[in-house]
């Protein structure tokens, strides 16, 4: 084992010790029980309260974990639970777009279809929940990417679906890079001749990207003449944000 | 360019009251939603207050129609949808209740019920329904027997009984109405003639001059004092039923909530049940004739899940049941019936209890969770088999709507287990849609009843994927499971 870093053991010891039972503790104690003079620990527990990991009391200037903390090991977001909040948005986005609405999660390096609504015109249509996706070349998939905070995902060679696939690594992190910027991606057909995507993300109330949901259909309707239309984008985006917000607001 | 004009439905549920504004594409425009008092004075008793309901759908009007942005007169129409049985009383000359409105959960008739024995052939015969504590006529009864006075004023017509249509109906238009759909569940209206029945009354003692005139579910009732014209009424499962646009016979609706309400209609002549559902009318637009529907309700079916939850912590929400579920590949030989408070359609036993059957040491919570979810489906087959038997109608697809209907795996083994496709349309509120359809319909905003299918699409579909051994063999254990439940309350 390398070196370690003496502060952060110290703040681990200080959460062990708020830990260990109900009661509160005032820097006293705990310089008493760790050992530390006082000044140390007020540093590391300013940083401890500015990250949320630690409470302090107000009428009595005393410490105990902070609800951030609680949270950590918990926050994971069920997939199920994320289509239960998010179905009638998705509905809502079918409807105004009249086209089919997606929302994908990233799996194992590739997109997981956890929800789909059909394109409002009653054709033939096969419910897609469960499938999978590729990430380079799909809208849902670029704007997972953009926001993975692992970036392991790419770590294989990109493979062509169509002569408009990014291939290139470097493209891609150019790409990533716009989707970060702009705030959502699109997909002009990079996976399938003749079909466009637009994606935008969904984000759990820490910031952290949980999923995307987009809309899918025929280049002649999405981007008449080359170009995506920003109607369809905007509506993308409003739905990403209302799921956003209902995730903050159970 | 014409100013668009939308259509409201007042959501009148039994927790909240909702408006919701439609486009004529059937699209939301917009929402309000403001919840109201449980009351509980005593164990089994739920009462509301009438006076609060009408000051919460007061408020979600203004918000859904004013707070959108949404100008005077352009809201084309106002439908109301309601929650069924909940009986209010009122004095004539001040609008204001007499009494608390009786919940149709409330289950202080019990007695009363069992007193009116003798006369269950003729409520099976004339009103469609069996012998229940829900309905309105026995709850009727109860205020005129235990409030002293009452009667008396009720005979005189200064007392009036309305459900919660006419309450509304009364406030926003000043009229003593009610709907077809609404007046099928009080016990009192005669199923052929959509008449009040001199035969029903006597036997419940419930004085006609207390009643309101019975009208179609769409039709120009009256205006708001803003002018906007009141013009559908509908009980919620009608309503549903109605806005899955279900209008051919044999065209059946199912809504997953706490418990489920299957509704099929059965056309221009009511079907009496020889297999435990109950005979209501469906609709009735204008002077066209009424149309009839079979109704089976399940008592517990999301409310399942919520115990799985809330009392054996199992999951930490509701959607996690699919999670839990989709951690094995079949139910391990599990069945679990949830017979809390008896069993409802098509077995009315009061005596059943809960089982969870085919306990091995294999068993894990997945297959737990497996079983609850079949649990829906199987209680579903139930209902659907008794449908088609009464009716002679085959079910050919299920259209599905409500909470339940975002569980994948859930969906999955509804069309498996019914062996026919499952839809989920795209408008979820369904409810809300058929009474803004009703009261477009009777204003001229939609057309005919072809302009409302063609905005009706689907959102998902779900076939079934496995055979029939497969799902004979399952619903074989079923039957099992359930004769396992029987007898075990003692009364």
Request: glycine share 8%; hydrophobic share 40%.
């Given at each position: 084992m390398g070196e370690t870093i003496q502060s952060v053991e110290r703040a681990a010891a200080i959460l062990r010790l708020l830990a260990s039972g109900p009661r509160r503790l005032g820097v006293a104690e705990l310089a008493r029980a760790l050992g530390l003079p006082k000044g140390t620990l007020h540093g590391i527990l300013r940083t401890l309260v500015h990250v949320g990991f630690v409470e302090q009391d107000e009428a009595s200037g005393k410490y105990r974990l902070g609800a951030t903390l609680l949270h950590l090991g918990t926050s994971y977001l069920d997939v199920n639970e994320l289509r239960t909040r998010a179905i009638n948005w998705a509905d809502a986005?079918?409807?105004?777009?009249?086209?089919?609405?997606?929302?994908?999660?990233?799996?194992?390096?590739?997109?997981?279809?956890?929800?789909?609504?059909?394109?409002?015109?009653?054709?033939?249509?096969?419910?897609?929940?469960?499938?999978?996706?590729?990430?380079?070349?799909?809208?849902?998939?670029?704007?997972?990417?953009?926001?993975?905070?692992?970036?392991?995902?790419?770590?294989?060679?990109?493979?062509?679906?169509?002569k408009h696939t990014i291939v290139d690594p470097a493209a891609l992190e150019e790409e990533l890079?716009?989707?970060?910027?702009?705030?959502?991606?699109?997909?002009?057909?990079?996976?399938?001749?003749?079909?466009?995507?637009?994606?935008?993300?969904?984000?759990?109330?820490?910031?952290?990207?949980?999923?995307?949901?987009?809309?899918?259909?025929?280049?002649?309707?999405?981007?008449?003449?080359?170009?995506?239309?920003?109607?369809?984008?905007?509506?993308?985006?409003?739905?990403?944000?209302?799921i956003t917000r209902s995730l903050e607001h159970p | 360019m014409p100013t668009p004009h939308y259509v409201a439905a007042i959501d009148q549920g039994t927790t909240s009251s909702r408006c919701i504004v439609f486009d004529q594409a059937g699209?939301?425009?917009?929402?309000?939603q403001r919840e109201h008092r449980q009351i509980f004075p005593k164990p089994g008793w739920v009462e509301h207050d009438a006076g609060e309901i009408w000051e919460a759908v007061q408020g979600v009007l203004a918000e859904a129609v004013g707070g959108a942005g949404i100008g005077d007169g352009r809201i084309a129409a106002l439908g109301i949808t309601n929650q069924r049985?909940?009986?209010?009383?009122?004095?004539?000359?001040?609008?204001?209740?007499?009494?608390?409105?009786?919940?149709?959960?409330?289950?202080?008739?019990?007695p009363l019920t069992r007193a009116l024995a003798e006369h269950e052939g003729l409520f099976r015969e004339r009103a469609g329904l069996p012998l229940a504590t829900y309905f309105s006529g026995p709850k009727i009864r109860w205020l005129l027997d235990e409030t002293p006075g009452l009667?008396?004023?009720?005979?005189?017509?200064?007392?009036?009984?309305?459900?919660?249509?006419?309450?509304?109906?009364?406030?926003?238009?000043?009229?003593?109405?009610?709907?077809?759909?609404?007046?099928?569940?009080?016990?009192?209206?005669?199923?052929?003639?959509?008449?009040?029945?001199?035969?029903?009354?006597?036997?419940?003692?419930?004085?006609?001059?207390?009643?309101?005139?019975?009208?179609?579910?769409?039709?120009?009732?009256?205006?708001?004092?803003?002018?906007v014209p009141v013009a559908s009424a509908l009980g919620d499962q009608q309503a549903a039923l109605f806005g899955q646009t279900c209008f051919a016979p044999g065209e059946t609706k199912s809504t997953y909530g706490s418990g489920s309400f299957l509704l099929m209609n059965t056309g221009q002549e009511p079907v009496a049940s020889k297999h435990g559902l109950l005979t209501t009318v469906g609709y009735q637009i204008g002077d066209g004739p009424a149309t009839y529907a079979l109704e089976g309700s399940i008592a517990v079916t999301g409310s399942l899940v919520q115990w799985l939850r809330d009392n054996l912590g199992l999951i930490s929400s509701a959607a996690e049941i699919e999670t839990?579920?989709?951690?094995?590949?079949?139910?391990?030989?599990?069945?679990?019936?949830?017979?809390?408070?008896?069993?409802?359609?098509?077995?009315?036993?009061?005596?059943?209890?809960?089982?969870?059957?085919?306990?091995?040491?294999?068993?894990?919570?997945?297959?737990?969770?497996?079983?609850?979810?079949?649990?829906?489906?199987?209680?579903?087959?139930?209902?659907?088999?008794?449908?088609?038997?009464?009716?002679?109608?085959?079910l050919t697809t299920l259209r599905a709507d409500g909470g339940m209907t975002a569980n994948n795996l859930l969906m999955q083994t509804l069309a498996d287990v019914l062996a026919v496709p499952v839809i989920r349309p795209m408008v979820a509120e369904t409810t809300a849609l058929g009474a803004a359809y009703a009261a477009g319909l009777a204003t001229g905003y939609w057309p005919d009843l072809d302009s409302l299918r063609a905005n009706w699409h689907?959102?998902?579909?779900?076939?079934?994927?496995?055979?029939?051994?497969?799902?004979?063999?399952?619903?074989?254990?079923?039957?099992?499971?359930?004769?396992?439940?029987?007898?075990?309350?003692?009364?």
């Open positions: 986005l079918a409807g105004r777009s009249r086209e089919s609405a997606w929302i994908g999660t990233l799996h194992e390096g590739h997109v997981l279809v956890i929800h789909h609504v059909f394109r409002p015109d009653d054709s033939l249509q096969t419910l897609q929940v469960g499938t999978y996706l590729p990430t380079h070349a799909s809208a849902l998939g670029k704007v997972l990417l953009a926001h993975d905070p692992y970036g392991e995902a790419l770590d294989r060679p990109l493979e062509p679906y169509t890079d716009l989707v970060r910027t702009r705030g959502w991606a699109g997909e002009t057909e990079e996976l399938t001749e003749g079909e466009v995507a637009i994606a935008a993300p969904i984000k759990d109330p820490r910031g952290l990207v949980v999923g995307a949901i987009g809309i899918r259909g025929a280049v002649e309707r999405l981007a008449p003449g080359g170009a995506l239309h920003m109607e369809f984008v905007s509506y993308v985006r409003d739905a990403a944000r209302a | 699209n939301i425009i917009s929402v309000a049985e909940t009986t209010v009383l009122w004095e004539r000359a001040t609008g204001r209740p007499v009494c608390p409105a009786i919940v149709w959960q409330d289950t202080r008739t019990a009667r008396e004023r009720a005979e005189r017509g200064e007392v009036l009984f309305g459900t919660m249509d006419s309450w509304l109906l009364w406030n926003l238009t000043g009229r003593h109405v009610t709907d077809v759909t609404n007046a099928s569940r009080t016990m009192l209206m005669n199923l052929r003639t959509l008449a009040w029945d001199d035969d029903l009354l006597a036997a419940l003692g419930v004085p006609r001059a207390m009643l309101p005139e019975i009208r179609p579910s769409a039709e120009v009732y009256g205006h708001t004092p803003d002018g839990l579920a989709r951690t094995v590949d079949d139910n391990g030989g599990c069945y679990f019936v949830p017979a809390f408070s008896g069993l409802f359609a098509p077995h009315w036993r009061s005596d059943a209890r809960g089982v969870i059957a085919g306990l091995t040491g294999f068993v894990t919570k997945g297959h737990i969770a497996r079983a609850v979810l079949e649990a829906t489906a199987w209680q579903t087959r139930e209902v659907v088999d008794a449908m088609n038997a009464d009716s002679g109608l085959d689907k959102a998902a579909e779900w076939r079934p994927a496995i055979d029939e051994a497969a799902r004979e063999h399952g619903y074989h254990s079923w039957k099992k499971a359930v004769a396992r439940t029987l007898d075990w309350a003692e009364q």
